[in-house]
């Protein structure tokens, strides 16, 4: 599976983007996509995921309410809706995927298998 992550740009605190990741391959139900960010001088983190066996949705505290995950399998594609976007989500997100991830390992980004480029998200205040 290969995958293209794009949407990003800069944006002025409030506003929101919709990142795309998109596989060569069928990402449909059998794996787990996530989005993580990078901030310059900071470690990777973890932003959302739709799991593979049940399609749930998961986020970190930080964007939960202000983000979506979804998916669309028929385009192959995984968006991430952001809300309310402020300077705090300035930085370099990427998408990812795996086919037999475990719920208790989403956050965690070695466990996946598959990366796409990233995407820069700019939030001014």
């Known amino acids: 599976v290969q995958l293209q992550a794009s949407g990003g740009g800069s944006v002025q605190a409030g506003a929101s983007l919709r990142l795309s990741c998109v596989a060569s391959?069928?990402?449909?139900?059998?794996?787990?996509v996530a989005w993580f960010r990078q901030a310059p001088g900071k470690e990777r983190e973890f932003v959302a995921a739709?799991?593979?066996?049940?399609?749930?949705?998961h986020y970190s505290s930080s964007t939960k309410g202000r983000f979506t995950i979804s998916r669309d399998n028929a385009k192959n594609t995984v968006y991430l809706q952001m809300d309310s976007l402020n300077p705090e989500d300035t930085a370099v997100y990427y998408c990812?995927?795996?086919?037999?991830?475990?719920?208790?390992?989403?956050?965690?980004?070695?466990?996946?298998?598959?990366w796409g480029q990233g995407t820069l998200v700019t939030v001014s205040s």
């Open positions: 739709i799991f593979r066996t049940d399609t749930s949705t």
């Open positions: 990812a995927a795996d086919r037999s991830l475990i719920l208790s390992s989403l956050g965690i980004g070695n466990q996946y298998d598959y």
């Open positions: 391959g069928s990402i449909s139900r059998p794996y787990t």
